[in-house]
T-cell receptor
Framework: SAVISQKPSRDICQRGTSLTIQCQVDSQVTMMFWYRQQPGQSLTLIATANQGSEATYESGFVIDKFPISRPNLTFSTLTVSNMSPEDSSIYLC??????????FGSGTRLTVV | ELKVEQNPLFLSMQEGKNYTIYCNYSTTSDRLYWYRQDPGKSLESLFVLLSNGAVKQEGRLMASLDTKARLSTLHITAAVHDLSATYFCAVPPLYNTDKLIFGTGTRLQVFP
């Protein structure tokens, strides 16, 4: 199955700033997904990113706050913009492969102070 | 809109005991996934259930799927401390089978 490298693994950021999270996959995948996991909570899908097209955002998430890039079939970034303490969460990227199902990155633990 | 609920949300059980975690989902789907998450870690895939009546077992864990009842169970047999983790089920909605909707999670704590 695909191996996903996600970075940074953790960061502490000042409110009002932005953080870009990178996700690199060792094979070409059509779809990549970005999830948020708030402290002690389940995973919530932020958006689906396809190469060459705009990301599709879930209800409650907007492009201005969470811009996503997908420049090729092995890489994606998620930016958390104008951060507030409520954005403190774990952010995970994920890919789906026909024979292996879903694989998740190691996650980025974000703390906004 | 697909909603996925698990119960219990928290389970504290003694080593050697058996217990079942339940996963209910609100609309039709054709697959269900179970994941394990250790504190501070990412998700580890446990099972993929692809059809009604599917049953899969790995060690002390056994998962089953009843698509008609929209119910999956994760049964723990003779629990050991190493099974302490949070368990999530996840379901793809039929209107978009590429994405996953996660359950609320069950935090399992196994004590001696």
């Amino acid at each position: 199955s695909a191996v996903i490298s996600q970075k940074p693994s953790r960061d502490i950021c000042q409110r009002g700033t932005s953080l870009t999270i990178q996700c690199q996959v060792d094979s070409q995948v059509t779809m990549m997904f970005w999830y948020r996991q708030q402290p002690g909570q389940s995973l919530t899908l932020i958006a689906t990113a396809n190469q060459g097209s705009e990301a599709t955002y879930e209800s409650g998430f907007v492009i201005d706050k969470f811009p996503i890039s997908r420049p090729n079939l092995t890489f994606s970034t998620l930016t958390v913009s104008n951060m507030s303490p409520e954005d403190s969460s774990i952010y995970l990227c994920s890919v789906v492969e026909q024979n292996y199902g879903y694989t998740f990155g190691s996650g980025t633990r974000l703390t906004v102070v | 809109e697909l909603k996925v609920e698990q119960n219990p949300l928290f389970l504290s059980m003694q080593e050697g005991k058996n217990y079942t975690i339940y996963c209910n989902y609100s609309t039709t789907s054709d697959r269900l996934y179970w994941y394990r998450q250790d504190p501070g870690k990412s998700l580890e895939s446990l099972f993929v259930l692809l059809s009604n009546g599917a049953v899969k077992q790995e060690g002390r864990l056994m998962a089953s799927l009843d698509t008609k009842a929209r119910l999956s169970t994760l049964h723990i047999t003779a629990a050991v401390h190493d099974l302490s983790a949070t368990y999530f089920c996840a379901v793809p909605p039929l209107y978009n089978t590429d994405k996953l909707i996660f359950g609320t999670g069950t935090r399992l704590q196994v004590f001696p």
